[in-house]
Structure formats: structure tokens, C-alpha cells
């Protein structure tokens, strides 16, 4: 799986505080009944809310990985259209279609 060099560096300078993150993200993930894809696209659905362009990328692939169709993350990001507003939907859709683009899926905007 792809890791910005930030991430790389950070794990490589703290490996410590990256464990114990890992940790409390597996406790987090099996601490309720919600199946692995439905927590990928919710958690893809936070990062659009936080306008973060690395954790959507991040949390796109994931959600391909655990089984989401190019359209049910779509789908995501139109949801969040009346809660984080037009130009946050937009950036989304656009880094959204970088990791399509990039695992040469349709983008989330054909």
C-alpha cells in the first residue's frame, strides 16, 4: 500500500507513538458490529468533513481495497455536499479521482 514519505518518516523517527496509533486504530476498528467497507466508506466520509486531501486518498484506497465500488464512494461524497458545501465536495471528487486515476478504475465523476 502506497505511504507518503511523511508518514514513512514519521514512523521511522517515532516507531513507538506509530505502534501505540496502530493499536488504538485495530481497537477502534473491532470495538463495534459495523463491517470493514462500511467503516472505510465512513471513514472516507470524515476525511471529506475534515477537508483533509491525504486522508481521502488514503481512506479511497482502503475503501477499493475492502470491496467499494467506484460508485458507493461517490455516493460518499455527494452525501456530504449539504453538510461540508460545494467547493469541499468538489476538492474531494477531484482527490478522489487521483486514486482512481491511479488504480485505473472510472473516476467518480464519469
Known amino acids: 500500500m502506497y505511504l507518503p514519505r511523511v508518514y514513512e518518516s514519521f514512523l521511522e523517527k517515532f516507531p513507538e507513538i506509530f505502534s501505540d496509533f496502530k493499536r488504538l486504530g485495530k481497537s477502534c476498528r473491532e470495538g463495534g458490529p459495523i463491517e470493514q467497507k462500511f467503516q472505510d466508506l465512513i471513514k472516507l466520509g470524515i476525511a471529506v468533513g475534515a477537508n483533509s486531501r491525504g486522508a481521502v486518498m488514503s481512506n479511497t484506497r482502503k475503501a477499493l481495497s475492502s470491496g ?27 482527490w478522489v479521482n487521483e486514486v482512481l486515476e491511479k488504480t485505473q478504475l472510472p473516476s467518480a465523476s464519469d
Not at 467499494?68 to 477531484?94: C, D, K, Q, R, Y
Request: no cysteine; hydrophobic share 50%; glycine share 4%.
Open 68 to 94: 467499494a465500488t467506484p460508485e458507493e464512494i461517490l455516493h460518499v461524497l455527494i452525501l456530504s455536499l449539504t453538510t461540508t458545501g460545494f467547493p469541499n465536495m468538489m476538492a474531494s471528487i477531484s
